[in-house]
């Protein structure tokens, strides 16, 4: 069996920005500390570091990247496209999926490479501090960096935490 992500496209808040090549959604890589005893040592998580994404469009829009100019500023990006399962047998089923991301522009080019007759194609890099990914409209994962969350499938990673910290 083979789902891939077809018909993708991203908005700008609710402007269409463009239709997606290709996205690179964030990795969650750990911090560690090392706890020492007298035996040895080894590495226990406690937190997550900084998250990048990074998109290719086909064509855009100018105001939009006037819009995504100022690097300082934050910007609310989602994608929408289909997950088309696949088997032996052909075409199984779709399913709606859902990237929304919270971030500012990291790296943006000036004009992308342009070739005669084809659509000129833009690859940006964002620092994100938030993203929900979405099937059918339910949650699969949800990271918002800057308010302490972190939920899959639902259930809130840091709840115990942030109820230690008063924060819920």
Do not use: W
Not at 48 to 73: C, H, R, W
């Amino acid at each position: 069996m083979v789902t891939a992500l077809t018909k993708a496209t991203i908005y700008l808040g609710t402007n269409l920005f463009g239709i997606v090549s290709s996205i690179t959604c964030p990795e969650i890589n750990m911090e560690t500390s090392e706890y020492k005893h007298g035996l040895g040592a080894y590495n226990i998580n406690v937190g997550y570091q900084a998250m990048t994404a990074s998109v290719t469009i086909k064509g855009f829009e100018k105001k939009l990247l006037d819009e995504i100019a100022n690097p300082f500023e934050t910007h609310v990006f989602t994608v929408y496209g289909s997950l088309d399962t696949y088997t032996n047998a052909g075409y199984q089923s779709s399913k709606q999926a859902k990237i929304t991301m919270r971030g500012n522009v990291s790296k943006m080019p000036l004009l992308g490479e342009l070739k005669q007759q084809e659509n000129t194609e833009l690859t940006f890099e964002f620092n994100i501090s938030y993203i929900q990914f979405t099937v059918d409209g339910d949650e699969v994962k949800t990271v918002d960096n800057a308010n302490l969350i972190y939920r899959v499938n639902g259930k809130d990673i840091l709840s115990e935490i942030k109820a230690n910290l008063a924060l819920s």
